[in-house]
């Protein structure tokens, strides 16, 4: 059995209790001190479930008392002490456990495994306590608790408490199986285990877990498959005049696009970044429809004319929205009075800015993402620190300041709700203030010392563990200045202790200019990765395109240099880690996968030519995202030619053996995946398009409905794709995806060789037996057929499966037919054969005169007609 969490044990109790105390808080008459004081008799409670229980298996013992501390409110005041259980055994042994501590509504609770089979007996028993009214709260104890200080609550014992222990187990919660196909959201909350398949995207920080950027949570989509597209703006080929030019697309220094993009509880968001740029998007993940839009008014900002700069010709047109979206968030607040979860987005623009508020501001507004409402702010937000997703999601900014020797944390929880005078902030329950300005100089959660000289920043951070710092260094023919690593601690009690700290001597750069390092700068050796979870650093040379890897524990070399990648990587070279390999990525078009322990090459991809379009040998390789073993990437160039080269597509690439899962044409433009689907604007079409698993429809007949035995039967039907962009259209099978998808939405020509999906068709006999009928594929029309004889007569279930595939979820129908006796074998007729006989000249003569007679009465009638 699972361990049960804490949190959810007695939540509900709890708030009852709460309630009950908090209206007889607000009950209770004017008291003045007690002299002398209180001695108040108390009466003990105790709850021992699931009673029965299997043995080996664990139960919930919850113990309360009749009154909670008087001076008890939110973190602050008394908490009952002094309560145990005393437990006895069927074999007759005894054990006590505690002493317990009662939350603030005199209620405590512990878990307990049970080892006998037989009956125990369990008593709750309070020793008695004093009330001090401690931790007094910063504004004082309210509400009359003062009075009680002093006051003694006597002893008190339970009745006893019997649980019955089998030898079997009782059973579980049976789960919902995770799903493997198509699912939609809300997640029904009793479906605990789906949070395996649930990922947002709330961009920034939010994606970096630990040394891994763009983290994809959950699953990522193993086929071309398209779900919808939805028009971002004009895009494609433009006119007959203007040949094979195609609109704008934002890439020379303005970035169309989805930014951030966020994906949160099925719904993506995008900021407008076409003029006249306000407002923002709230889209359907799994259909594309437009859920709202949020509106932004104001002046335009943003333009050098208003904010004149050096360079005041490189211009920005300019912005209207002071509400751009920058991140998401859900916090998951948790208190001994509430429980859950909160959905919001962030603006945090600066207002103003030469490049039209794309900056980050000392003000930053937050939304409910549900609505797109406006919630509250918080301004005098430090512009300085390095961003991290707090364990329950505040957003918070670690700041190492080796100048002052200071080690800050500031937290967007602590600044909303850091003033203990709000009540509902003493009764642990998360209520920020509507269309409030918060000062978020209040917002540090962390204010301490950290050790003198240390050097440079911070590299790593391991939420509530340590801090890893320090230079790079520099290493060159003429001179040599080592680089420096340290760690400080960020457990609780500890912050700001120097952990360790040591020097190393980085690799010898080959750069002979230590300044520049080469053209705009590119090719200096850096410090591209410092990974904790891995206990390695690495080193990158651009020049050289080179690698190396540091032992994080010591600082001695691990391995390196590797062989140089492909020359064009010099214009932009590429290292991110993931799954202990660090992977290597840039213009020259090379995905290489490398041991982080040891630096063995273990595979290398090419995205591969397409001969004369382009001067690449290989298409340039971007980072989209990691996420359920795979990597996304997709080309794109700096202020890209028209017309765009067409060799931009986006791959999925396995990270353990390096195949490609699948690709399909698209310049893409900051992809982002959430709950397995893939999205992404394509600057060939201006066109936003999601990827991943859609829904099918599977369907089933029989042509004759009723058949005789040893009568033969053609059974039909169809698999179609029930996707929002395409529905009703053939589903066809994964192999073939690319091809489709580019014939239904890029106007490709439709693919004559494509094939459909495997359909398993069976049916449940008049004896209930199965029958297999085996199985059909569908073809490009998403038809199927298959012939076959029913062995039994009576009422047949023909039942026509579709398992899914990588690119559909499953789907299934059925229908009825009858199997009749069969049809008997013609018979013969037998006849006597007649006697033979002559006619005689009277007979004939008799004949003749009747035909003779029968032919005047036809003239005759035929006559009168004509009159």
Request: charged content about 15%.
């Amino acid at each position: 059995m699972k361990t049960l969490k804490n949190k959810t044990k007695i939540s509900v109790i709890a708030f009852v209790l709460m309630l009950t105390f908090v209206v007889s808080i607000f009950a209770l008459p004017t008291v003045t001190a007690h002299d002398p004081a209180w001695q108040t008799p108390t009466w003990a409670f105790l709850s021992v479930a699931p009673n029965p229980i299997g043995a080996g298996q664990q139960i919930i013992i919850v113990m309360w008392l009749n009154d909670y501390p008087r001076t008890a409110i939110g973190k602050y005041g008394d908490r009952w002490d002094g309560m145990y259980i005393d437990i006895t055994k069927p074999d007759g042994s005894k054990q006590t456990l505690g002493p317990f501590i009662s939350d603030p509504v005199g209620t405590a609770t512990t878990n307990y495994v049970p080892d006998q089979v037989g009956t125990y007996t369990f008593v709750f028993r309070f020793e008695g306590d004093t009330l001090t009214g401690e931790p007094a709260p910063p504004g004082g104890i309210i509400m009359g608790g003062e009075d009680f200080i002093g006051d003694v609550y006597l002893p008190s014992t339970s009745d006893p408490a019997t649980l019955t222990v089998q030898q079997d187990p009782i059973p579980e919660y049976q789960e919902t199986p995770v799903p493997e196909g198509y699912w939609t959201r809300p997640i029904y909350g009793a479906n605990r285990e789906w949070y395996k398949v649930a990922g947002n995207w709330l961009a920034g920080a939010a994606q970096n877990v630990g040394s891994t950027p763009r983290f994809g949570y959950g699953t990522g989509p193993e086929s071309a498959h398209i779900m919808w597209a939805r028009q971002y703006w004009d895009g494609g080929i433009m006119d007959t005049r203007t040949g094979d030019i195609s609109y704008y697309d934002g890439m020379s220094y303005e970035t169309y696009g989805l930014t951030p993009p966020i994906i949160l509880n099925g719904r993506l968001y995008y900021d407008v970044l076409t003029p006249p740029r306000y407002g923002w998007y709230c889209i359907d993940l799994r259909t594309g429809e437009e859920l709202y839009f949020h509106n932004t008014t104001g002046p335009i900002v943003g333009t050098t004319n208003n904010y004149p700069v050096s360079g005041a010709d490189f211009d920005f047109s300019g912005v209207l929205a002071e509400d751009m979206l920058t991140f998401g968030q859900v916090y998951d607040y948790e208190s001994p009075n509430q429980h859950g979860g909160f959905p919001y987005l962030w603006s945090t623009q600066q207002v103003g800015s030469v490049y039209g508020g794309t900056g980050e501001g000392t003000t930053w507004k937050m939304f409910d993402a549900f609505t797109g409402n406006y919630i509250c702010s918080v301004n005098n937000v430090p512009r300085v620190g390095t961003m991290v997703y707090g364990k329950d999601g505040s957003i918070l900014k670690y700041n190492v300041d080796t100048v002052n020797n200071r080690l800050t944390v500031w937290n967007t929880s602590q600044a909303i709700w850091y003033r203990t005078a709000y009540v509902s902030n003493q009764f642990w329950m998360w209520r920020p203030y509507l269309n409030q300005t918060f000062d978020g100089n209040y917002g540090f959660s962390l204010n301490v010392s950290i050790p003198a000289g240390l050097q440079g920043r911070a590299l790593a951070i391991v939420e509530g563990q340590y801090i890893i710092g320090g230079t790079p260094g520099r290493n060159t023919a003429a001179a040599l200045t080592k680089g420096n690593m340290w760690a400080i601690s960020l457990q609780p009690g500890q912050e700001g202790k120097l952990l360790w700290q040591y020097d190393f001597v980085p690799p010898q750069t080959q750069v002979p200019d230590p300044g520049t390092g080469g053209v705009f700068g590119y090719g200096l050796m850096a410090l591209s990765v410092v990974s904790p979870e891995d206990d390695v650093f690495v080193f990158t040379e651009g020049m050289t395109r080179r690698r190396w890897g540091f032992d994080l524990a010591t600082g001695n070399m691990l391995w390196g240099p590797t062989d140089p990648t492909p020359s064009w990587d010099y214009y932009g070279l590429s290292t991110s880690v993931y799954d202990g390999k660090v992977f290597s990525y840039g213009y020259g078009g090379v995905l290489i996968a490398y041991d982080i322990q040891t630096g063995e090459k273990l595979w290398s991809w090419s995205s591969g030519s397409i001969g004369l379009e382009t001067f690449y040998e290989n298409a340039p390789l971007n980072l989209g995202c990691f996420a359920g073993g795979k990597i996304y990437l997709y080309s794109s160039e700096h202020s890209p030619s028209k017309p765009l080269r067409r060799d931009a597509n986006m791959w999925c690439v396995d990270t353990n053996t390096g195949e490609l899962v699948w690709k399909i044409q698209c310049w893409a433009n900051n992809p982002a995946i959430g709950d397995g689907y893939l999205v992404a604007l394509d600057s060939f079409d201006n066109r936003i398009y999601c990827y991943g698993k859609g829904p099918s429809a599977t369907t089933v007949s029989v042509k004759d409905d009723s058949v005789a035995k040893g009568e033969a039967i053609m059974i039909t039907g169809s698999v179609t794709d029930q996707s929002a962009g395409a529905k009703g259209t053939p589903a066809i099978a994964d192999a073939n995806m690319e091809d489709w998808m580019e014939y239904l939405y890029q106007q490709r020509p439709m693919p004559t060789d494509a094939q459909g999906v495997t359909v398993k068709l069976y049916a449940i006999d008049p004896n209930g037996n199965y029958q297999d009928i085996g199985e059909a594929t569908s073809d490009i029309w998403g038809n199927y057929g298959k012939s076959w004889m029913p062995p039994v007569e009576g009422e047949y279930l023909i039942i026509a499966d579709f398992a899914g595939s990588a690119s559909y979820g499953d789907s299934s129908d059925s229908t009825y037919m009858t199997v009749g006796p069969a049809v008997s074998a013609a018979q013969p007729i037998e006849t006597e054969e007649p006697a033979a006989f002559a006619l005689g000249t009277t007979e004939l003569a008799i004949i003749a005169v009747v035909i003779i007679a029968v032919v005047g009465i036809v003239a005759f009638w035929a006559l009168r007609k004509r009159k």
